[in-house]
């Protein structure tokens, strides 16, 4: 069973424009958010990450956008550049436990 | 560069044979995790050892087998392969037995599985 559910698949945005990439989970008990990047032939690497206890957290182009009654967030990608092209996942965890991700978003930011 | 290290990089193998993975953590790390990403597929939890114990197990066949050293380097052996086992497979490693307070994990560039 797939708990945490990444859209859209695929994502294609002319420079300086902002993606967004929406994931939702379904258990409750996930308390950290975590988007990794990887760049094709490299292993995924931590790129921002969130508790619920806060609804936003910016790091340079980067935001998480938290919806707890929802069970949704965001990573926003503002002014994307051709060098942000890479495979975004987000992830969910409990404490201790394995971090489950989504299915992945292929990002293409074209010049 | 991460820091894990991951052997080998490529290995095609024919069906119904055996390979086996290596994974070399972080210096320090306890923890060694694999992943399995299949095209176009997220990455799937398989299994988790802590300072030679397992520690979680995931969506791991009964082929796939893992263990963790006194050295703490990791072995993914995986057997009797399918076509459909054909995947990259990460090692990623962290200090503690669980997420630490920034619950990171700290991957390798994989090993590229083909079996024909």
């Known amino acids: 069973q797939q708990q945490v559910k990444q859209s859209p698949q695929s994502l294609i945005v002319q420079k300086g424009g902002i993606s967004i990439i929406n994931c939702a989970y379904e258990n409750t008990a996930f308390d950290y958010f975590p988007w990794y990047q990887q760049f094709p032939g490299k292993g995924p690497a931590l790129l921002i990450a969130i508790r619920p206890d806060v609804s936003e957290k910016k790091e340079g182009r980067f935001t998480i956008s938290f919806n707890k009654s929802a069970k949704q967030f965001s990573l926003h990608i503002m002014d994307s550049q051709p060098g942000d092209s890479a495979t975004y996942f987000c992830?969910?965890?409990?404490?201790?436990?394995?971090?489950?991700f989504g299915g992945g978003t292929r990002l293409m930011v074209k010049p | 560069d991460s820091g894990v290290t991951q052997t080998p990089k490529h290995l095609i193998t024919a069906t119904g044979q055996r390979v086996t993975l290596r994974c070399s953590p972080r210096?320090?790390?306890?923890?060694v995790y694999w992943y399995q990403q299949s095209l176009d597929q997220g990455l799937q939890f398989l299994i988790q050892?802590?300072?030679?114990?397992?520690?979680a197990k995931g969506n791991i066949l009964e082929r796939f087998s893992a263990q963790q050293f006194p050295d703490l380097h990791s072995e993914l052996n995986l057997s009797s392969l399918e076509l459909g086992d054909s995947a990259l497979y990460f090692c990623?490693?962290?200090?503690?037995?669980?997420?630490?307070?920034?619950?990171?994990?700290?991957f390798g560039e994989g090993s590229r599985l083909t079996v024909l």
């Open positions: 990623a490693s962290s200090l503690l037995g669980g997420l630490t307070a920034t619950g990171e994990l700290f």
């Open positions: 050892y802590y300072n030679g114990e397992e520690r």
């Open positions: 992830a969910a965890a409990n404490a201790g436990n394995m971090l489950t």
């Open positions: 210096s320090g790390d306890l923890s």
